[in-house]
T-cell receptor, first 112, second 112 residues
């Protein structure tokens, strides 16, 4: 089963809004990853975080690796319609360096 | 290189039939992974190969499931005597090191 708690489960965005989602775990991880998945496709990596406290940006996306190594957040600034999709957090390590544990996802939909 | 390729993209099968999926990883990647994703959930780890060696199998991988990577290149995942609970998206991913996972587009299995 899933080890990671991701919230919110879903959200509606209006173009131009900033949105935020987060992920918490009962276990520590060495790496936090954020993926986006669109219908019928596999997850695509958005941001990878390798160090506690690290803050990394990729265009309008910003993610942070929590100091406790048990949490991470993702912010999307000035959202646009193509930001819709399902966003997943994933943790990796320390007990092994190959397995990813995923959250259940945050579904982002455009508000009509 | 066009990324991780999975075939078929969709498979509908009758309960009790055997199915086989294929994954072609990125050519220089020596690590290959299989994940399963059910509706509304994040991907769950099934198994991991380093070159041709299968190094871990999740307990999700019952004895009806078998995965191979005979020459350390492409991999196959076979499900014998399919059950309705096997309906899911089966995702393959590859990487050169622990970081840098790339997922394929997945095979959507429907068991009727």
């Amino acid at each position: 089963g899933q080890q990671l708690n991701q919230s919110p489960q879903s959200m509606f965005i209006q173009e131009g809004e900033d949105v935020s989602m987060n992920c918490t775990s009962s276990s520590i991880f060495n790496t936090w990853l954020w993926y986006k998945q669109e219908p019928g496709e596999g997850p695509v990596l958005l941001i990878a975080l390798y160090k506690a406290g690290e803050l990394t940006s990729n265009g309008r996306l910003t993610a942070q690796f929590g100091i406790t190594r048990k949490d991470s957040f993702l912010n999307i600034s000035a959202s646009i319609p193509s930001d819709v999709g399902i966003y997943f957090c994933a943790g990796q390590g320390p007990s092994n360096d190959y397995k990813l544990s995923f959250g259940a996802g945050t579904t982002v939909t455009v508000r009509a | 290189d066009t990324g991780v390729s999975q075939d078929p993209r969709h498979k509908i099968t009758k309960r009790g039939q055997n199915v086989t999926f294929r994954c072609d990883p990125i050519s220089e990647h020596n690590r290959l992974y299989w994940y399963r994703q059910t509706l509304g959930q994040g991907p769950e780890f099934l198994t991991y190969f380093q070159n041709e060696a299968q190094l871990e199998k999740s307990r999700l991988l019952s004895d009806r499931f078998s995965a191979e990577r005979p020459k350390g290149s492409f991999s196959t995942l076979e499900i014998q005597r399919t059950e309705q609970g096997d309906s899911a998206m089966y995702l393959c991913a590859s990487s050169l090191r622990a970081q840098g996972y790339t997922f394929g587009s997945g095979t959507r299995l429907t068991v009727v």
